[in-house]
């Protein structure tokens, strides 16, 4: 039922922004507004109080529809928010759990937090007196101003708004006496340190101002330019997302109903010619008369799909390897559920790694091929090229990793989430769920890593602001999470993350003891400057492993951007830019010293390489020429199983 809509109240006349000029875009430098000049003084103050009275009132109005929104949610859904394991939150976003994990550090060290004290109210005083300089009309310059790139502040009335510049610049200020005296704290081990720093920053995200409807000045001029409206539809778009959650907040980040898998996204041609239970194999169709010899197989994560790679036509890494005379093959994981459970690491190894090697070779003929693994499925392919070199198995013949890491030891904030009472937790959620790990929960924590963008920027604009969720495909891919089965991921966990097993040489698969440095092929690593899941000094030390027995054949590459626009990085794009440096000395800081830095994307590049360390040519191939006929038209079924 919808609510009726009443007249909108007439009595004042809202401006475009509370106490501000006319709305500026982000770059322009803050002027003081010429009305402001001119008027007498306390007239800013007036139109403030007016636009907030009008304000209140369309609160006031809206309320009443908020409750028939509320209660028609609640008539369609009898049963209420129904909680996975029957549990119940009021703290979906963990706020409560951030503000906890704060306090329990700063109480391990109580000395240095009083001592830190006095610091605090010596910046309060001087904000205080930069504010009453301004009030007096006196050119004062902020005490402290946003880190570059933070983005919340944007707006020109935290600039131009003396009470809203206070705000931010009291909020800023204690921000960075807390994250400094967090990281003062001497009472702790490192990893509770670390976790005591990393949920501070949660904590602080959290309570940003420009979180609070009535101090965002993006949110208020919203209200008044709509009447409210968009506090009404942000109410709507709050209970959709905790219904499709079933009662957990489930943040759209995207338009869900619009990309269609085949239609506007995953859209390169092809056919799926394999499939066993945890994978389909998809072959592209070529569009070059000739193509390289060796087939090109792709092992994308199954944390995530694989269309990652295959967007749109013009941002498609899939597409455009197909153009440059590749024979691509692309590994889709499973989305698993609980008849899956068992499953484990050495089974992704032998019924998905080893078995998609086979089918390339009955689909081609060719017995070798050249690999790519992506994040986690390049940690699994880097595993099997350890295992494949102690039994002398050379059907890959040259690897390149996106973003991979095999060496965890600087693996940075995932570490966090590690510990044993962390996986202890993990373990209870996975048999609460049947087995497997809901898609959901591996996307919340990676949303955490960057929880300003992913995370409050949602909560903004689609329940403050009332916006309708973006038609952008990555966000739309970012929002389609798989499952993952208990025995992987737990084994990813503990033997990776919180053991680094493979890297110390002490992980053992199939009795096999496996060390990195015995793989002897061709190996590019890429990495991103600013990745937060796989850190490029965790790459590099990745690189490290695989020369440590005199491979010269290891190339270490530095992109620009992070662990996604790192990668999908299409040279017509003409964005970011990329790093070479063709030695691999002791460290990190050693290769950026010599490192050459050029624009662009670092696709051409890396083909470059690939063409030399692949040569040979051969009349192209289509799906279904070969041992294995056509299943289905690409992207296939498995890919369009939500979790």
Known sequence: MQAERKPAPAKKKASPRAGSAPKAPPHAEAKEPASAQSAPAGAGQRSLIEDFDALSEYLVEITGKSQEVIKDFFTKTPSGLKMTGGETTADPLNVGEAFQEMMRGLAADPGTVLQRQFQLWGD????????????????????????????????????????????????????????????????????????????????????????????????????????????????????EDLDRGDGQLSIRQADLDFFKLGENVATTPGKVVFQNPIFQLIQYDPVTDEVAKRPLLIFPPWINKFYILDLQPSNSFIKWMVEQGRTVFVVSWVNPGPELAHKSFQDYIHEGLYEALDAVKQATGEAEVDAIGYCIGGTMLATALALMAKRKDKRIRSATFFTAQADFAEAGDLLLFVDDAQLEAIAKQMDAAGGVLEGRAMANTFNMLRSNDLIWQFVIDNYMKGKDPARFDLLFWNSDATRMPKNVHLFYLREFYKNNALAKGEMIID?????????????????????????????????????????????????????????????????????????????????????????????????????????????????????????????????KVKA
Not at 218 to 228: D, I, P, Q, R, W
Not at 530 to 556: E, M, Q
Request: cysteine-free.
């Open 124 to 239: 309060y005083a001087k904000m205080m007196a930069n504010l009453s300089r301004k009030m007096a009309g006196e050119a004062a310059p902020p005490a402290i101003e946003p880190e570059p790139g933070d983005k919340r502040f944007v707006h020109p009335a935290w600039r131009e708004n003396p009470m809203l510049d206070f705000v931010k610049q009291s909020y800023l200020t204690y921000a960075k006496w807390l994250k400094g005296t967090v990281a003062q704290l001497d009472h702790m081990d490192e990893h509770e340190k670390r976790r005591a720093e990393f949920y501070t920053q949660q904590f602080l995200d959290a309570i940003a101002p420009s979180n609070f409807p009535v101090l965002n000045p993006e949110v208020v001029e919203a209200t008044l330019e709509s009447k409210g409206e968009n506090i009404l539809k942000g109410i709507r778009n709050l209970l």
């Open 511 to 639: 009795g096999e003891r496996l060390d990195l440095g015995d793989v002897d092929i061709p190996i590019f690593m890429q990495a991103g400057e600013t990745d937060h899941i796989a850190p490029h000094n965790s790459v590099y030390r990745t690189a490290k492993l695989f020369a440590s027995k005199g491979n010269d054949k290891v190339l270490y590459m530095l992109a620009g951007s992070g662990h996604i626009a790192g990668v999908v990085n299409h040279p017509a794009k003409k964005k970011y830019h990329h790093s070479i440096n063709e030695a691999l000395p002791a460290s990190l800081d050693e290769w950026k010293a010599k490192a050459s830095r050029h624009p662009g994307s670092w696709w051409p590049y890396w083909i470059e390489w690939l063409n030399k360390v692949s040569p040979g040519k051969v009349p192209a191939r289509r799906p279904g020429d070969g041992a294995l006929p056509v299943i289905e038209d690409a992207p296939g079924s498995y890919v």
